[in-house]
């Protein structure tokens, strides 16, 4: 048989095929290799939402309220109608919100043990006067608020029953970013509604929430979803889905539960004492940026920065001082400033914590007598600066020293009132009123007192040098990074 030569139109057309045909069917291999399979989450919707149960709190008006103007009539789907709701009191004056004399909130929660305990979401009984629980299977209860913890938004619920089906625990710090996590709830009152997503973060702080790590999910979460379950793929809670980011009301990516750890720390306090116990340590502190961790000789930026201490607080008889950096609490690393709250939160009140802290640039150990912690109560004062003028410097200030009276006032025994600030100062945000106490420069703190001081400390700064101030201002004070003028 005649084979046909390198040059032949046949044998040219048959190496095209070949070529052609692999070229089709590479993409083809490589998309099979590298196939993801996605989680089927039938079975753990199945087993896991007869724990899964619904909440609805009556609160009652006491009287109606005759509002001084009409309000319009509204359709329920209008975007203004639940902002109507939630702060116009509903009346028979207004009509276009309804005229039931109860209100009635709805949200979910999840069964924790055979014998009746469900926890749910503080806000979502907050207020209630009668509670109702209903299970997968349509059963309704009347529950008992065992107790609520408004900090940490948890609440714990009894109903009368009996082998219930109940929830597994899980691991919240095994969970990782990017895994999958699925939610169970009743979102608008839609019951057993069932959606998924992944972590998209751990550890995240919000707003007036410093002692809960919330994990962040893409889960859509919706109004009613406050109070259930966050699952893993095993099968196991990992966390109690609480808010939500939103420009509208409804879900827009960014969901956030209290993990499940923390939650049952509270129950757990709240089941047998009735409130949750906190520590505190009487310090007030701010995160270490780059800048800061240079001034203050830091290995790294890490730790929280002490910027000021409570008068004879737990942290002041233990020998904490302005400038100290806690870069661990009872073993604990402090990465950032938004840890220290919640491990301190954590510790017993009376215990006794070992600490360690960078002082000048040197570790050092100490060990606190936590205290109890409660809310403070904030009253920031104004001050005027008057005195004597300081001359401008590289820092971009004009300082004095304060009067006997205010001194008295402000009740402060060292430190240069602010005049004027301009340059490197102002772009810190320093501004007159503001009090410096000290200045930190190459990892050594300087006490201000006298204007003297100040002006000794910054006669040798060089072009563009980083130092910081420590600033009070109101009832606290912080540590500010500057670059002295070139």
Not at 147 to 170: K, Q
Not at 354 to 367: K, N, T
Not at 435 to 460: C, M, S, W
């Amino acid at each position: 048989m005649k084979r046909p030569s390198a040059h032949s139109p046949d044998w040219a057309l048959r190496v095209f095929v070949v070529v052609l045909c692999a070229w089709l069917l590479l993409p083809l291999g490589t998309v099979g290799a590298a196939e993801i399979v996605l989680p089927d989450f039938r079975v753990l919707a199945a087993q896991q939402g007869a724990a899964v149960v619904n909440i609805s709190a009556t609160q009652r008006s006491e009287a109606p309220v005759r509002m001084p103007f009409r309000l319009p009539e509204l359709d329920e789907s209008d975007p203004m109608f639940d902002f109507f709701r939630k702060f116009i009191p509903r009346t028979p004056d207004n009509p276009g919100l309804g005229a039931d004399p109860e209100d009635r909130s709805l949200g979910s929660g999840f069964i924790i043990g055979a014998d009746g305990y469900i926890l749910t979401n503080a806000h979502v009984i907050e207020g209630a006067e009668e509670v109702l629980v209903r299970l997968a299977d349509k059963r309704e209860y009347d529950a008992t608020v065992i107790g609520a913890d408004v900090r940490s938004d948890i609440a714990l619920l009894h109903i009368d029953a009996a082998d219930l089906p109940h929830v597994v625990l899980g691991d919240p710090e095994a969970l990782q970013v990017g895994e999958w996590v699925l939610a169970i709830g009743s979102p608008f009152g839609f019951e057993q509604s069932v959606t998924a997503g992944i972590v998209s973060a751990k550890g995240r702080s919000l707003p007036d929430e410093n002692f809960v790590p919330f994990i962040q999910t893409d889960v859509a979460i919706n109004p009613g979803n406050s109070g259930g379950p966050l699952f893993n793929l095993r099968g196991e809670v990992v966390g109690i889905n609480s808010q939500i980011y939103s420009r509208t009301g409804g879900f827009m990516g960014l969901s956030f539960a209290i993990p499940i750890d923390v939650a049952m720390d509270v129950q757990a306090q709240l089941r047998t004492q009735g409130r949750v116990e906190r520590g505190r340590i009487g310090v007030s502190i701010q995160e270490v940026t780059r800048d800061l961790a240079d001034s203050f000789g830091l290995p790294r930026p890490a730790g929280a920065l002490v910027s000021m201490v409570e008068p004879e607080g737990p942290a002041a008889r233990a020998g904490v001082m302005q400038g100290d950096v806690i870069v661990r609490f009872n073993a604990r690393v402090v990465e950032s400033s938004a840890d220290l709250p919640r491990i301190v939160a954590a510790a017993r009140p009376g215990s006794r914590a070992q600490v360690e802290i960078y002082r000048g640039g040197v570790p050092e150990a100490l060990e606190i007598e936590v205290g109890e912690w409660q809310d403070p109560e904030q009253a920031p004062e104004q001050a005027a600066a008057q005195g004597p003028a300081q001359a401008p410097n590289r820092l971009g200030l004009e300082l004095a020293e304060p009067t006997a009276v205010q001194r008295r006032e402000r009740g402060i025994e060292s430190g240069l009132l602010v005049q004027r600030a301009q340059g490197p100062a102002a772009r810190a945000e320093i501004v007159p009123g503001d009090l410096v106490l000290a200045l930190v420069r190459k990892g050594q703190q300087i006490r201000l007192g006298k204007l003297a001081d100040f002006e000794h400390a910054v006669a040798g700064l060089a072009p563009g040098e980083q130092v910081t101030l420590l600033v009070h201002r109101g009832d606290g004070a912080s540590f500010v990074s500057l670059r002295a003028a070139r």
